[in-house]
């Protein structure tokens, strides 16, 4: 078992030590943010960054992975106990920690059962819709934050959209003159330095000036005051029909934190060259959840930003965010004044900078010049998100998943192949339409597992090419790449073998998988049949005059 704290050296300690302060002022600004897209007290969102960080930085085998509230984790917190519970009451808070320690149960059973496999449905069309949706709901939210005005955020995205468009003559000009220069110092910061972090710069900045001009008698919204105290361990207190009413939001965090956590961690363990554990990285993650849940924070899923900030300033291992865990506990009993007047436009800033990113238009962009049908997936996903809400939109997400698989797997490559002068080859090749393999014979290839989407399919394909092909007495089916058989597609099978046999037309196969060899003896079909090592062998034995019927 890989020892925690991996690629962590005496000679790189000082470096990670210093992306760990990094990250610390990254994290700060972005998780009091993240708590109040969330619905919850900036105390939340520097919670989660504390045992959180720590227990999953002591279990996770991915030596970047950065795990902490990120925007679309927030946005679902958001949505989906906004629709249970008042945001600000005893209960709502109670609610969101106990759908982390949902989060975290449910992490731990996808590690322990496998289930890795299905964040693999969440493709990439449907998560650039997914958490496009959610950023676009979020900045609506931000940009109020920016102008100053006062919107529900309790309410859906027309209401707050129609409410920000409203509000515009009641501007407050001081937010405006502290959010532009912010977005602009943000924005210019991260071309011309992006290892600086102009966020904590922005927010220091900002907050200098408000209490020096007293901004906030003219308007200027600031965060407030913040408990002080290290965090303390909780049990939510709720009736098992909320803890149930909760399922289905947990299940969608966890499937969304593990098709992106996995997929980062992999990418950067190629690309650095070490290795990683798909179900220890879920048990972290079930590790941080519960943490969260049990010392007042909120779900925890993984930020590609922080990562990609660790990866530039050369981190390697998870020092890091033992540091910020750290650095935040000290902030948390000492430096708690220090954030009372954090203004809101600031924190409005630096939240919408960091989720333009995730609005996705490069990659719906891409994603309409390279396949019409995956962007039209991607743009439902986007807008069943935005104006029905996080939960229909994951579940519209799966539906979609498997109507796209579904498609792509109904109409597989069945090939005619074709004869040549290489003894040594295997007939790969496509014959030319119409054209047998050899005299009297077609080998048939089909591309992809024969079951209830394809099964009539083949059959179809099988009965063109005899109808159209003159003088075809044998039939070979070349079944190397057929990986698995289900009973429909072995029923679709069957009534092909009866057409074939009233057609005079024999039938045979070639290169089967040994697990496919025994699924067809289970399933009935081998029963009486002809099986061929190579698909050359069956052409030396069916090519000959005394094989044609």
């Known amino acids: 078992m890989q020892r925690p704290l991996a690629g962590l050296t005496r000679r790189n300690a000082a470096r990670e030590a210093i992306a760990g302060i990094t990250l610390l002022a990254i994290a700060v600004p972005l998780n009091i943010g993240y708590a109040q897209i969330a619905g919850l007290p900036p105390t939340a969102g520097l919670y989660a960054l504390v045992v959180p960080g720590i227990a999953y930085a002591m279990l996770v085998s991915s030596r970047q992975v950065v795990a902490s509230p990120d925007a679309a984790a927030a946005a679902l917190v958001g949505s989906s106990v906004g629709g249970l519970a008042v945001a600000g009451s005893a209960d709502y808070l109670a609610m969101a920690l106990a759908q982390a320690i949902l989060c975290g149960a449910l992490f731990a059973l996808a590690a322990v059962f496998r289930l890795g496999f299905l964040a693999n449905f969440l493709s990439k069309p449907i998560l650039v819709g997914f958490v496009g949706g959610l950023a676009l709901d979020i900045l609506v939210s931000q940009i109020a934050k920016m102008l100053g005005i006062k919107i529900d955020s309790g309410s859906g995205f027309e209401e707050r959209a129609g409410g920000l468009v409203l509000g515009l003559p009641n501007v407050n000009g001081w937010s405006v003159l502290i959010s532009v220069p912010a977005v602009a110092v943000l924005v210019a910061g991260r071309r011309l330095a992006r290892t600086v972090p102009w966020a904590l710069v922005v927010l220091i900045t900002a907050t200098t000036a408000v209490v020096a001009a007293g901004l906030e008698a003219k308007g200027v919204s600031v965060l407030g005051a913040v408990d002080a105290g290290p965090p303390a361990l909780v049990w939510p207190r709720l009736d098992w029909n909320l803890w149930l009413a909760l399922i289905p939001s947990a299940i969608a965090l966890t499937m969304v934190t593990m098709a992106e956590g996995l997929l980062v961690a992999r990418s950067y363990s190629e690309k650095r060259g070490y290795g990683t554990s798909p179900n220890r990285d879920l048990l972290a993650f079930g590790a941080a959840n519960a943490a969260a849940g049990a010392t007042g924070g909120f779900a925890i899923g993984s930020s590609t930003s922080r990562t990609a900030a660790m990866d530039q300033l050369g981190s390697r291992t998870q020092l890091p965010t033992l540091v910020a865990a750290g650095g935040t506990l000290l902030l948390l009993m000492f430096g708690t004044a220090l954030l009372e007047h954090i203004p809101a436009p600031a924190i409005g800033a630096i939240v919408g900078v960091a989720i333009l990113p995730l609005l996705g238009i490069r990659e719906f962009r891409s994603l309409w010049r390279q396949d019409r049908f995956e962007f039209l997936i991607a743009a439902a996903c986007f807008l069943v998100t935005l104006l029905i809400g996080a939960i229909p939109g994951i579940v519209i997400a799966f539906v979609l998943a498997l109507i796209n698989l579904a498609?792509?797997?109904?109409?597989?490559?069945?090939?005619?192949?074709?004869?040549?002068?290489?003894?040594?080859?295997?007939?790969?090749?496509?014959?030319?339409?119409?054209?047998?393999?050899?005299?009297?014979?077609?080998?048939?290839?089909?591309?992809?597992?024969?079951?209830?989407?394809?099964?009539?399919?083949?059959?179809?394909?099988?009965?063109?090419?005899?109808?159209?092909?003159?003088?075809?007495?044998?039939?070979?089916?070349?079944?190397?790449?057929?990986?698995?058989?289900?009973?429909?597609?072995?029923?679709?099978?069957?009534?092909?073998?009866?057409?074939?046999?009233?057609?005079?037309?024999?039938?045979?196969?070639?290169?089967?998988?040994?697990?496919?060899?025994?699924?067809?003896?289970?399933?009935?079909?081998?029963?009486?049949?002809?099986?061929?090592?190579?698909?050359?062998?069956?052409?030396?034995?069916?090519?000959?005059?005394?094989?044609?019927?």
Request: no cysteine; glycine share 6%; charged share 20%.
């Open 407 to 549: 498609r792509r797997a109904s109409t597989p490559a069945i090939d005619v192949l074709a004869a040549d002068d290489r003894p040594g080859s295997s007939l790969l090749d496509p014959a030319p339409l119409g054209t047998p393999t050899a005299p009297g014979v077609l080998v048939i290839r089909m591309a992809a597992p024969l079951f209830f989407a394809n099964g009539s399919v083949l059959s179809q394909s099988v009965k063109r090419a005899v109808s159209t092909i003159p003088g075809v007495h044998h039939v070979v089916l070349d079944l190397e790449a057929v990986t698995d058989i289900d009973v429909t597609g072995a029923e679709a099978f069957a009534a092909l073998s009866d057409w074939l046999r009233r057609h005079k037309v024999n039938l045979a196969f070639s290169r089967p998988r040994r697990q496919i060899r025994d699924r067809m003896d289970s399933l009935g079909m081998a029963r009486g049949a002809t099986f061929y090592p190579t698909n050359r062998e069956a052409l030396a034995a069916l090519s000959s005059p005394s094989t044609e019927t």
